[in-house]
């Protein structure tokens, strides 16, 4: 969604296009080809989000990339092959795809979780620096005691 709330982005992975629709008029703006493969590939996507209006963030367990409005890449973060990454991923954890950019797309806050959705903490991660910190404080795991059920329909 962008910033003003007038524009969806879809991201149609079976045809590797974000369609960009005007929640206004509610008409399809254009379609933006994304490449699967090559310089400016995302590869498989698990997640695709907008954190503003002129980027694009693509995410699956080993990369994250981001691209702006043309489908370039402007920056990509091998998640595997970072050398600080492997101190904060435990064995059976994962980033959650609720990332917070800081300022820029080196700089992320995202939530580490079980393979179950539990929190296990909120991480800082700098790959400009190649640093990480963990966000832990008690309260924060409390959202644990917690389960939220999406139900569609009436039921």
Not at 85 to 111: A, E, W
Not at 118 to 136: C, M, P, R, V, W
Request: glycine share 6%.
């Amino acid at each position: 969604l962008s910033e003003d709330c007038s524009i969806l982005y879809n991201y149609d992975s079976k045809n590797s296009e974000i369609e960009v629709i005007n929640l206004n008029s509610l008409e399809l703006q254009r379609k933006i080809k994304i490449d699967r493969d090559g310089p400016n590939g995302v590869g498989t996507v698990f997640w695709f989000g907008v954190p503003n209006d002129s980027l694009f963030m693509f995410f699956n367990l080993s990369r994250i990339e981001f691209l702006d409005q043309t489908g370039s890449k402007k920056t990509s973060h091998k998640l595997s092959k970072s050398s600080f990454f492997g101190q904060i991923i435990q064995k059976g954890q994962r980033l959650s795809n609720n990332f917070c950019l800081i300022g820029s797309t080196d700089k992320l806050i995202v939530p580490i979780v079980s393979w179950e959705n539990d929190l296990s903490s909120i991480t800082y991660l700098d790959f400009g620096n190649q640093k990480t910190s963990a966000i832990d404080h008690p309260e924060i795991l409390s959202i644990n005691d917690y389960k939220i059920v999406l139900k569609k329909g009436n039921n």
